[in-house]
């Protein structure tokens, strides 16, 4: 009786954790779900302000306003690209590597360009903003090299692929018409055939030409076969028996010589 009920205990602290750890989780997954919404949601209403910044306002906030929407366009265009390029290509991992780095000297030049923004002594900003500018190219510049060597890359995979399948593509129609391709040997025999006088369809054996010698046996035996039944001969004179190679019989009168008067 003690076992079942420090069974029935246990089980019931099992459940109890299992529920409390999935409700760990869920609670987290929501509060990263809400940041993440929370997060595109500001950067989506800053890019929106930088935009109407920079088409709205002229001077030195309306450049700082086009430098930092240009700086922002291109950390996120490449982000997006080696992030989705990673998950295929392993070898994007040293790139990725490169561009947290890059990012790193992104958001300090956004910061700066931020607080300069809000900068009363507009002629220090517009001292600043020719080196601000060129840091800016620097870093969109390494940006874009990465964002389009990884789509190069990305591109002839599918090229070398698209290549490959098409090769293979070709095989196999060729074997399935295999009736249509014919053998250089057969072809070389057919024009031969198709050469040599009476070797053609529709014709007749030619007869052999009579030949002296040893073989002419054989030759002859040749004709009757491939010429057909012997000719008939012409008719032949009759000649008479000669009478004395006749056999004479005992009971057969002898023949009286003939005499004259």
């Given at each position: 009786m003690e076992a079942a009920i420090t069974i029935l205990a246990l089980l019931l602290v099992a459940f109890v954790a299992l529920g409390v750890y999935a409700t760990v989780k869920a609670v987290g997954a929501a509060k990263r779900g809400v940041d993440r919404t929370i997060t595109q949601a500001r950067r989506t209403v800053e890019d929106t302000t930088l935009r109407a910044k920079s088409f709205g306002q002229t001077g030195v906030a309306g450049e700082l306003a086009q430098l930092r929407l240009a700086l922002r366009t291109s950390m996120r265009a490449t982000q997006d690209a080696l992030h989705a390029g990673v998950a295929e290509d392993a070898s994007l991992t040293e790139s990725v590597a490169l561009f947290r780095r890059l990012s790193e000297h992104g958001l300090e030049l956004?910061?700066?360009?931020?607080?300069?923004?809000?900068?009363?002594?507009?002629?220090?900003?517009?001292?600043?903003?020719?080196?601000?500018?060129?840091?800016?190219?620097?870093?969109?510049?390494?940006?874009?090299?990465?964002?389009?060597?990884?789509?190069?890359?990305?591109?002839?995979?599918?090229?070398?692929?698209?290549?490959?399948?098409?090769?293979?593509?070709?095989?196999?129609?060729?074997?399935?018409?295999?009736?249509?391709?014919?053998?250089?040997?057969?072809?070389?025999?057919?024009?031969?055939?198709?050469?040599?006088?009476?070797?053609?369809?529709?014709?007749?054996?030619?007869?052999?030409?009579?030949?002296?010698?040893?073989?002419?046996?054989?030759?002859?035996?040749?004709?009757?076969?491939?010429?057909?039944?012997?000719?008939?001969?012409?008719?032949?004179?009759?000649?008479?028996?000669?009478?004395?190679?006749?056999?004479?019989?005992?009971?057969?009168?002898?023949?009286?010589?003939?005499?004259t008067n």
């Amino acid at each position: 009786m003690e076992a079942a009920i420090t069974i029935l205990a246990l089980l019931l602290v099992a459940f109890v954790a299992l529920g409390v750890y999935a409700t760990v989780k869920a609670v987290g997954a929501a509060k990263r779900g809400v940041d993440r919404t929370i997060t595109q949601a500001r950067r989506t209403v800053e890019d929106t302000t930088l935009r109407a910044k920079s088409f709205g306002q002229t001077g030195v906030a309306g450049e700082l306003a086009q430098l930092r929407l240009a700086l922002r366009t291109s950390m996120r265009a490449t982000q997006d690209a080696l992030h989705a390029g990673v998950a295929e290509d392993a070898s994007l991992t040293e790139s990725v590597a490169l561009f947290r780095r890059l990012s790193e000297h992104g958001l300090e030049l956004d910061d700066e360009l931020k607080r300069l923004e809000r900068e009363p002594d507009r002629a220090t900003v517009a001292g600043l903003l020719p080196k601000l500018k060129e840091r800016t190219q620097r870093i969109t510049h390494s940006a874009e090299s990465l964002r389009w060597a990884a789509r190069d890359r990305a591109r002839q995979f599918a090229d070398d692929d698209l290549d490959a399948l098409n090769a293979q593509i070709d095989i196999e129609a060729g074997a399935l018409r295999h009736w249509t391709v014919e053998e250089p040997s057969q072809a070389s025999g057919a024009r031969a055939s198709a050469s040599t006088p009476g070797h053609g369809p529709g014709t007749d054996w030619p007869e052999p030409a009579a030949s002296a010698g040893p073989s002419a046996g054989n030759s002859s035996t040749a004709d009757q076969a491939w010429s057909g039944p012997a000719r008939a001969e012409g008719p032949q004179a009759i000649t008479a028996p000669d009478p004395r190679l006749r056999t004479t019989y005992p009971w057969q009168k002898s023949t009286r010589p003939e005499t004259t008067n």
